[in-house]
Structure formats: structure tokens, C-alpha cells
């Protein structure tokens, strides 16, 4: 890799990781309702994968913004 | 070391009730589908710990452990970033496409969606990798039978073959999902109460930061400088969180085929995406114990860094209480040992064995050659396992030779669900330059391979594109149910995937 990279800071890494989080949850909450509960057995909100989804990338974000 | 009294009787409890609880399932073995895929009738919460259970194995544990002892909480970053966003991408992208295709394989999906050479290459990459890392884990499981519990190397690697066989060619990927289950319970108790008495010992986590930070200051900093050779942050963005993680979350077969046996879509998804809840934890089982070690022993140094979870189990454990961590490792070990197995029986007989010997045999002559496949790789095993001792990083080496198709398959995975102009010689093609790219600049240029797997994947990405704009694009029927964009906006493509799905179209 180039030197150039060398002189990136490290809290670049934190600001790349907290997009990427942010950005995996918006493209799970931009898949269709339909598609989410597809041949699931009920549409109770629990059964919603987005919310999953998101509160997997919420801890995710806390996690990386402490250490 | 060997154990004693109430440890001895924990782990032989352990060892026997193991193959009895998974000979249970092997009344529900009537089919191909049901000894491959448990008959498509997991539920989401079997196919999430079954998950793990594969995911994690004893290798992890020891090599974990000695990762967070030399470079300290980053270690969590394989857990984490490495994992997570990448298990929400498979379970909701990826997952629902295999699922709804009715696949046994990886390479089956791939196969339909580019051609036979990308099916046939993958087929034998997976076979071969897959063939090979179980002479790794029988050798490590007869390593860990003999030093704790002093039997005779060739009679742990027999004790292995037996637990882990029998179950397995006789219940499929039913009593291997089964009985990961119950293995993952048995490591989270025997990890956390490992962890729970440890942290106690330094004085709580407060105690564990002040004993070790003095000495190791970037030790709970979870991004490493751009200078360290082994982790540097970039790497593990690029090279790990976008490019191999993926590629193991949403391409590895061991892993997919968990889903594959969902008995729903949404199952299929849910399975993969609650997987990602306790593999968060996985850190408190396997980081943890490094740095506890750190803070009690800091004298271990070089190689012996990797014993610092075995140091741990000796030092701090009462009498019980080993004898459940050391279940836990052996969970670990055997979780993973049984899904290999499972998963190499399939892709031989499915990508091999049914494609280039006996076509339109009936579904019993399959069922039987799966059982008689899964046969040959335990002993396969049990005699490969010996060579191991021969190369002490013959295990390191092989998870390196995988990183240097990982990129490419991701690639071509990828762009083959996502954009439907991708060709099958796009999809060939990438795969091949990508393969190439990351081979030179592995094995000539000498880049770590978290480098290496972002470039080839780069590579793939843009040699597929180009390759595929200038070849014919695919007819939509051949698309059908396997690409993004057609599955969401056809009703009658719904019908089509339905009808694949049940008749294994």
C-alpha cells in the first residue's frame, strides 16, 4: 500500500466504521416490508429483520465509539 | 496435564451423551434432501447456534486467546466488524437467494447462475479445503483427548472418529445442527464461567485495564496504527469487514448450508441474522481469557503466547470447573469437526460424484452415497490427520490458500446476484483474474493477505463487469429467481422459484 496511507489518522478508522454501520442498517431498512416477512409465519414486528438488523449495528456502533 | 475425579466425569459424560442425542435424528433420514439438508425443516434458532457452533472452533479458542495476549482487544475485530455487518448482508441479500434457488451447494448456485467451469472450480476448491481441514481438526481433537485425558494419540483419533461419525453418517445435517446446539450452550457456560472467575481474580475489569495498560497501552484499543504489521486498521476495513468477511459469511459453505435446510424463507434469514447476537459474545469467551492471562502470567512470550488459554484452564480453574471449560473446547472442536464433514460429503457428492458419475440415480442410491462419503472422510481424517504433525502451520497455510479465492468468489458471488448483465464468462473470467491476482501478490510480492484479498476482489469485480459487457447478456430465463432485480418485481418469477424450490428444479 502506498506511503501515503501512513499518514491517515486513526480516528479515520472510527469515522469508516461508524459510516459502515450506519450504511448497513439504512440498505436493510430500504429492503420492502414484503420481502422482510416473506413466508413468515405471522407479521408480528418482532418477526421484523430490520429492526434486527439494526439494533445489531446500534451495538456494533457503541462497541467501536468506547474502545 | 491430565484430569481427574469430577473433571474426568463431566468430560466422558460429555463425550457420551454427545453421539447418543444425535443418533436420535437419524429416524428422520429417509431422503437425499433429508440427510443433506434435514429435510428443509430447521427453525431459525437451530440454524443461528448451529451456526456458531461451525463458526467457532477449538483453533479459535487457542488462537483467540493468544491474538488478544499479543495485540489485545483488536483481536476482537475477527468477531466484530469481521463478522456482523457481513452476517446482516448474508442473511438478507444472499441467504434468501440459495434458499429460494432449492441448492444443495454453493457452487450449485453458482454453477446455474454462470456456467459448469465456475461450478466445477469452485466445487473442487470447496472439496479440497474442506477434505484437508478435517485432518486438522481430527489431529487437534486426538491432541486434546491425549494430553487431558492420557489416552494414546491413535486412540483419541479413533474416540474422535467415533463421537463425531456416528452421529453424523447416520443423521445428517439434522443431527449435526442438533447437537451444535447443545455444543454451543455447553461452550457459553464453560467460556463464561472461565471468564466470570478470571475477571474476579484481577479484580473486576477495572483491575484488568489498570494491570495491563502501563505495560501495553494500545492493548483495549480496538483500531491498531496503520504500522502494525499483523492488524493495521485499514486492513481490517478493507481487506477483513469488506471483503473476507463477507466471502466467509456469505460464501462459505459449512456455514450457508445451515440456511439452505430452513423451512421457510424467512427462517432461512432470521437464522443467519440471530446468529450475529451470540457471536457478539464470542469476544467474552475467547478474547477475554487472553488478556486475563496477560494480566496474571505476563512472561509468556513468542510461541508459547498461544498457550496462554490452556495456562489459564491449569492455573485458575478449581476441580468441576476444568472439566466443563475442557467440554467446552472439545464442543468447539467437535461443532466444527461434524458440520466440515457434513458439508464435504455434500459438495462431493452433490457437485462431483451426481454431475460427472451417476446422474438420475434414484434418491436412495444419493442418500447412500452421502452416508458411504461421509465414511471415507472420517477415515480420510483419521489417517491425514498424522501428516499434520509434519507441518505445525499446515493450518494456517490452508485458511491463507483460502483467502486467495475468497476475494474472487465473493466477487463473482456478489455481482451474480446483484446485477443481472453479469455473463457466465464475465463470472469466469473474473473468478480465474482475480485467482491470479491474488496468487502474485500473496505468493511473489509477499502483501499480507487482508491487502491481498481487497485488490483481488477489486480485480474480479472489474474483470467480470468488463468481461460481461462485452459478452452476450443472459436470457431472462435463466435468470429467473437467481438475480436481485427479477425476484422483487415478477409475480410469475415468484411462481417459478416456488416450483424450484419443491421440486429441486
Given at each position: 500500500m502506498g506511503d501515503w496511507l501512513t499518514g491517515l489518522p486513526l480516528w479515520w478508522g472510527k469515522v469508516i466504521a461508524a459510516v459502515f454501520f450506519f450504511g448497513i442498517a439504512v440498505w436493510a431498512w430500504r429492503r420492502p416490508r414484503s420481502y422482510i416477512y416473506s413466508e413468515a409465519p405471522d407479521n408480528h414486528?418482532?418477526?421484523?429483520?430490520r429492526v434486527w438488523a439494526s439494533v445489531l449495528m446500534a451495538i456494533q456502533f457503541l462497541l467501536y465509539l468506547t474502545f | 496435564m491430565t484430569i481427574g475425579g469430577i473433571d474426568l466425569f463431566i468430560v466422558v459424560a460429555y463425550l457420551v451423551a454427545i453421539p447418543i442425542f444425535g443418533m436420535y435424528f437419524r429416524k428422520y433420514v429417509k431422503t437425499e434432501e433429508d440427510y443433506f439438508l434435514a429435510g428443509r425443516m430447521l427453525p431459525w434458532w437451530v440454524i443461528s447456534m448451529s451456526i456458531i457452533g461451525t463458526n467457532i472452533g477449538a483453533y479459535d479458542y487457542m488462537g483467540a486467546a493468544g491474538g488478544a495476549y499479543r495485540?489485545?482487544?483488536?483481536?476482537a475485530n475477527y468477531e466484530w466488524i469481521g463478522a456482523i455487518p457481513a452476517m446482516v448482508l448474508s442473511a438478507l441479500l444472499f441467504v434468501p437467494y440459495y434458499w429460494k434457488a432449492g441448492v444443495y451447494t454453493v457452487p450449485e448456485f453458482l454453477g446455474r447462475r454462470y456456467n459448469l467451469a465456475v461450478r466445477v472450480i469452485e466445487a473442487l476448491l470447496w472439496g479440497a479445503f474442506l477434505a484437508c481441514v478435517l485432518g486438522v481438526f481430527f489431529w487437534a481433537a486426538g491432541l486434546m483427548l491425549n494430553e487431558y485425558l492420557g489416552i494414546p494419540i491413535w486412540v483419541s483419533l479413533l474416540v474422535t472418529a467415533a463421537i463425531v461419525g456416528i452421529y453424523t453418517i447416520t443423521g445428517g445435517l439434522a443431527a449435526v445442527a442438533m447437537t451444535d446446539v447443545v455444543q454451543l450452550l455447553v461452550m457459553f457456560i464453560g467460556g463464561v464461567a472461565l471468564t466470570v472467575l478470571g475477571l474476579w481474580t484481577v479484580g473486576g475489569w477495572s483491575g484488568l485495564v489498570a494491570s495491563i495498560t502501563p505495560t501495553h497501552p494500545n492493548h483495549f484499543n480496538l483500531f491498531l496504527p496503520l504500522d502494525d504489521p499483523v492488524i493495521p486498521w485499514l486492513g481490517m476495513i478493507?481487506?477483513?469487514?469488506?471483503v473476507l468477511s463477507p466471502a466467509w459469511w456469505c460464501c462459505h459453505q459449512a456455514i450457508i448450508q445451515r440456511t439452505l435446510g430452513a423451512r421457510s424463507e424467512w427462517d432461512a434469514k432470521a437464522g443467519m441474522l440471530f446468529a450475529a447476537f451470540p457471536k457478539m459474545f464470542i469476544p467474552v469467551l475467547v478474547v477475554l481469557p487472553g488478556l486475563l492471562a496477560l494480566s496474571l502470567n505476563p512472561n509468556l512470550v513468542g510461541p508459547d503466547m498461544d498457550r496462554a488459554f490452556p495456562w489459564l484452564i491449569r492455573n485458575l480453574l478449581p476441580a468441576g470447573l476444568a472439566g466443563l471449560v475442557f467440554a467446552a473446547f472439545m464442543a468447539a472442536l467437535i461443532s466444527s469437526v461434524d458440520s466440515t464433514l457434513n458439508s464435504a460429503a455434500t459438495v462431493w457428492t452433490r457437485d462431483i460424484y451426481q454431475r460427472f458419475?451417476?446422474?438420475?440415480?434414484?434418491d436412495r442410491h444419493y442418500l447412500n452415497v452421502g452416508r458411504v462419503l461421509t465414511f471415507v472422510f472420517v477415515l480420510w481424517a483419521i489417517a491425514f490427520a498424522p501428516v499434520t504433525k509434519q507441518f505445525p502451520g499446515i493450518y494456517v497455510a490452508m485458511q491463507s490458500l483460502l483467502s486467495v479465492f475468497q476475494g474472487p468468489t465473493f466477487a463473482i458471488t456478489l455481482l451474480g446476484i446483484g446485477w443481472r448483465r453479469a455473463t457466465q464468462w464475465g463470472g469466469l473470467f473474473g473468478l480465474l483474474a482475480g485467482v491470479a491476482i491474488s496468487s502474485t501478490l500473496f505468493f511473489a510480492a509477499g502483501w499480507s493477505f487482508l491487502y491481498v484479498a481487497w485488490w483481488s476482489f477489486v480485480g474480479a469485480l472489474v474483470v467480470t463487469v468488463v468481461v460481461s459487457l462485452l459478452t452476450r447478456p443472459e436470457p431472462t430465463s435463466k435468470l429467473e429467481g437467481l438475480v436481485y432485480g427479477l425476484v422483487m418485481k415478477d409475480d410469475e418469477i415468484q411462481d417459478v422459484i416456488s416450483r424450484r424450490a419443491q421440486g429441486g428444479e
Open positions: 414486528r418482532w418477526r421484523d429483520l | 495485540f489485545g482487544i483488536a483481536q478493507l481487506g477483513l469487514a469488506f458419475f451417476v446422474k438420475n440415480a434414484s
